[in-house]
């Protein structure tokens, strides 16, 4: 993809998987540039979003049986169909051959990723796959790290390198595209369950009986 | 109470009364100084252990027909039971006598009290129920106000005129009082669904199967 | 005043006094514990409370020929009948015989003070006020200095002499007591034209004619 | 616009159109990167620039009839010849065949946008526009989201996409070009009207009689 | 004790106590008020504290066996005389029988406490030890908490109650007493491996053979 | 002293010795809470309002020939007559006879002290010296330490504990008393050479011949 | 300029021209994004670095008779042989004719630019003069701005236009390029003059006769 | 190196050396980016990780006799066999013949360096080596310098210039590859031993016999 316009090409529920890589307790409880009550709302937004919208999904873990520990049960809970893939050593998921064709084989080019740290498992898959032509929507907000000039680097790093460092309301508002889609109503919801100031508006706008 | 023994009484189960005062999502869509998810969170954590502890609640709100909107529509969904007073006018609600007669037909001298904003609607009954010789407990993470400058102004205030200045998670443990005590379990189990980095503590736990 | 009802006796606009001290340009524009532009919202709020309730004023200035500059215009355009008090020299207002003698002939004995700098022309009248009996309320979003924790430090040195340390939205709440309260349209109004996101609550409400 | 003469060009009252993007009180009221009355005080100083300039001016807003509420009612006050479409669905106001033709319709190249919330309502119409040949100002200081590090991301990726992230005395600051422009005494109060320490400097000279 | 020569009693190798509270991994991974790293340092900066001055130590954990996991390995690998209470239920170490005995048979009436959570686990037993007449230091940087504000609400609390709030290098330099005393250079050693700018000024002193 | 008037009492340059403790270079490299270059230029406001007012000065440093290093030579430069003591152990300086002679001497009561650390060399003398009927002023912005959260803690401390907890210029501004005093000139040309944005207001003043 | 080389062009005392903008004492006192004395500092910081190597320099101010004020007194002071070009309206100092031709007088194609405010007075000619291929190093901590915000997003846009942000000591640095050059200990002397935690290193060193 | 895939090559220990520029002690006191025992445990995990893969490493130090002093002794113990270079003079380590033959010398284009401070002794000779063709990884968290505002301006400075910014445990990571690899186990001891709330997971699962 080349030229400006690759930055202004959308998301759709038709050409976007979504990757969940480490999103584990054992490293979510070191992160330290975002709330830890926020960056569990946040993935989950990503996860029923994916949901909602049918997008193929791909979660790994690394290591799960040793001290990185399981998946957030959430995200299956969630994500029941997902694509599960536990590695056993590669840092890089792009460098596990089952994470990699699991994502080819969706066919779609667009990857919403997250991870846990951002400085690494979330940064080193999103430069390998840009470089590989994919274009990456790297989700800071639902990814975390040891403190937030780490992920300040990270942002420079992956801008630096072509990743587009996203936000999961905004991945979520890019797709949702109009909110008179078919998802519309459903996809509203999950920014109100999940922007919380936002559903004390919504709350607010219902119980005065103005819709 | 006089004597530094009143800061050694304990908060139980027996002796305390919560009261949630005004938790409106008009006026909760201004809080600053706490992010909102982190903030709900708390206030459910609170609501969740009244229910648990059958701790006499009582609700109140102010004006809710206006622009400071209904109460938490989950406050009510959690205490189902709990007295619900809607004052119509009255700023501080010791100054309501539906209020203060509700607080004191549970016979309790300690007032679990939260409230927004944390600079009216919590500082003022607060301390006007401790100058009628109640040990109040102001829960500060499960209130909010405009911003942080402004809540530490009515920590000092309040700890000026006596008030206990408390947070959720330390009121849930005062009570709790022992990981063995009946409602144990279920007390754990509300604070690692609430302080989000024990639940992965937990989850991580129970994953390896160390319980 | 003794005991702990002192904390809760309440500001009403028959027993309060409020004092501008120093609200001038020349130090305005040193203060960096708060946003100036909010400062300037919360001073003329505090006017304009003053205004709505014909509470007595008292508007000094320290020098206001030199770099100190003229009181914000806006003070003077907002309280045109205030008692003004130009001090030539004393840096504590209440070492001005005019100064004092303008407080003690209102016959109140609770005085609202704000000034600029907080731990100077504010800290020093309004812990020798307290020393000779008057109840001060320190209104310190209402009051700047030179960064925020030389106010944190000031805020310790007030509260330890008793002086009661307070933020405007909440002196405007403890006066106005109820909102079916003669004035409680008006201070209403003023609330949600100085607490900004109060004050977009109040736009959606209306908009959506729910009121 | 290739090279890097493209970022020195300049706004001119003649080359610029500015575009108001969902500055809706239910949206507002969720901003916390931003203090709420600096925010709004920003707004205003962009809607009040393009009334003193003339500029063209197209106001949008999202599903204004719902939770989102009404378009902050002072900008339709400042600026009620603006072109206003009421957008029923699109969350990218490029997706509105009416508002890009509403920008269109001027015959501008250069686009002062602002929005809330700015990974959504600002940052996907610039990035659009930028892709088809547009020169885009995007004024962070008058749009909004729900925490510094989304804006962060969101300034990154559209630096990335080749967007001028802008601010809005710096917008002002570009069109007016000279003190001595025609309209320079208006834009000068303007700017000391709503940079509120500039505004206590400039009554300080006035007040010495300095000028 | 009373009168304000309390708090000018000094703490001495041969008055004070060491209590370590609940100093466990699945705790300490929660702390969000400081820097973990800079945390641990500290604790572990008061063990060798005790070591070095032989104080006599209570090591306590709660429910060791489950999710809040053990005692960080360095405490007792520091101080293997330690008398180690693991509390089975109580959240509050001073309702620990045993806990309360091991202090007591110290026959000492000064407690250097340190625990996490600083709000429930170093308060509650902080309050309770002052209201049986006990002279508590709470050392709150080697101590920890899920953030600042939910720490700064226990500060005001112990304050409020008699609780002498420390910081372990105050705590260090008050027993140290004089640089020349017996201990001198071991605490000095053990101050500029802790103090890491400390640490490096030495180094550079050392460097320059100018001691 | 006793009863609220205490906090009432003023500074004079009659009734106060200044304190100069350990402001060393080995410590001052240590501070972290607040920034060199504002740390420097208060101690030197302080030394030079002692020096104008010729305040009796006791400056003293803690093992000077080790890492602490000399005191800031710029101290001794502007107070040469200061009486100087080397302390070679006593960490507190209370406990140095020497120091407290030389304090006593002066037949004072009001001691205005700064020191690095401020909680070690600044407090411990603090308290010792208000338990023995002393009135200290502890200047928290000519002190530092390791990080914000200790001074924090420690000024909790200093306010239980009786110090009054200051800051330089409010110091200055005590002891002025009045711009017409006679160093009213000097202090205020004092004022504004350190408060650097007080200065500006000063050249700007001047320069437009508005004096 | 073109390639990565331009990057590692070096800035010496031959190719370098010193531009100060707008350092006016009306704008300075409305920075918010850095603290006033250490802007004040690094300010003079550059123009001694100036003044030590000759450097040509053209100091500008904008309209100066009125509120911006006077330039900086002390930058004169400093430079008394600098050109002065007082603007009378041309807000981007690329506009003017006079300071233009100031700088292309003096034969050098690297511009060390700093002003008051960043994302005007600096940032706009210094991305004029890189359009017109001048390499322009914009020294952000001899300049200020209302806020951080602001300043960031002025430190995107010069990056994104191929400006060098830099910061007054690198620019010391980089001119100075050897300890041993001619002007290596004056400039030495300078940074530990003005980088104040340096200042301590250097007088600890000295003091304990390492040199 | 062109195209986007340089930015996703990996480091490996054949293709990497590791530069340790100016760690010395007298530079080392001045930071004030990060907390200094994070920065110091920062520099040590890449010392430690260069002595686990046995990297190519280049130690240099700048005028080590002066003030800026030795280098941190931990570096020369941890890694006794690095070539140690002395500069007596240049500034960018880049100028220092002896420094770039050592570089050169090792055959490799990767370097991992990290100095101090970052906006000199990191920044000069990481943009002149990348001009040279080396792909460099700066290290920000194992560098440090005067203030977070210098340090984010030369991460921007570096990424401008093709700079790859990064962290220690992301080179950490990228170099290991996969858990499973020769020195996996030791690399992630390493990682646990220096990200602490990390080694406290590990402690736990240990603790809890779950491996």
Redesign the interface.
């Known amino acids: 993809m080349t030229g400006?316009?690759r930055?202004?090409e959308?998301l759709t529920s038709e050409n976007a998987v979504f990757a969940s890589i480490d999103h584990q307790?054992?490293?979510?409880?070191?992160c330290?540039?975002?709330?830890?009550?926020?960056?569990?709302?946040n993935i989950l937004g990503l996860a029923h979003l994916a949901r909602i919208l049918d997008l193929p999904t791909v979660v790994t873990s690394?290591?799960a049986?040793?001290?990185n520990?399981?998946v957030?049960?959430e995200i299956s809970d969630t994500l029941p169909d997902a694509r599960f893939i536990g590695r056993?050593?590669?840092?890089?998921a792009w460098?596990s051959p089952e994470f990699k064709r699991a994502i080819e084989e969706t066919g779609r080019k667009k990857i919403i990723m997250a991870g846990i740290?951002t400085?690494?498992c979330l940064?080193?898959p999103a430069?390998?796959a840009?470089?590989?032509g994919y274009d990456v929507y790297a989700v800071?907000?639902a990814s975390g790290t040891?403190?937030?000039?780490?992920?300040?680097?990270?942002?420079?790093?992956m801008?630096?390198?072509?990743v587009?460092?996203?936000?999961w309301?905004?991945v979520l508002?890019?797709i949702?595209?109009?909110?008179?889609?078919p998802k519309?109503r459903e996809l509203g919801e999950l920014m109100?369950s999940?922007?919380?100031?936002?559903?004390?508006?919504?709350?607010?706008?219902?119980?005065?009986?103005?819709?």
């Open positions: 400006s316009n930055f202004a959308r307790t054992g490293l979510l409880v070191g330290r540039d975002i709330d830890p009550t926020v960056l569990k709302s690394s290591v049986t040793g001290p520990g399981p957030m049960p056993d050593g590669e840092i890089n460098d740290v400085d690494v940064m080193f430069i390998s840009v470089a590989e800071i907000d040891w403190d937030a000039a780490i992920r300040d680097a990270a942002v420079h790093r801008s630096q390198a072509g587009k460092v996203a936000t309301a905004s508002a890019e949702m595209g109009d909110w008179r889609s519309g109100s999940r922007l919380t100031s936002y559903g004390w508006v919504v709350d607010g706008f219902t119980a005065h009986g103005a819709s």
